[in-house]
């Protein structure tokens, strides 16, 4: 099944989300527009279905997931490990 990122924003804010292996290899990315689904104020959530920017399954393990958020006070930047199974 998809997993689900969640996050809450303080406010409508610019989001770039990017999920790494743990070589540092981009394996996805995604950006959201301040205001829109996934930069809306409040708790947002998105599904991710397990494919890379090529649409290819990625492998079983651990992966490093980057929100970045772009608001009127600033950018600030969340790291988290997730780890994948089939």
Known sequence: ?????TYLLNEDANVTITLFDLLGYKVREWEFSAGSLGGRAGPNTYSWDGANEGGAKVAAGGY????EVRGSKGTTTVIRKIGIIH
């Open 1 to 5: 099944g998809p997993t689900y990122i």
């Open 64 to 67: 490093i997931l980057r929100i």
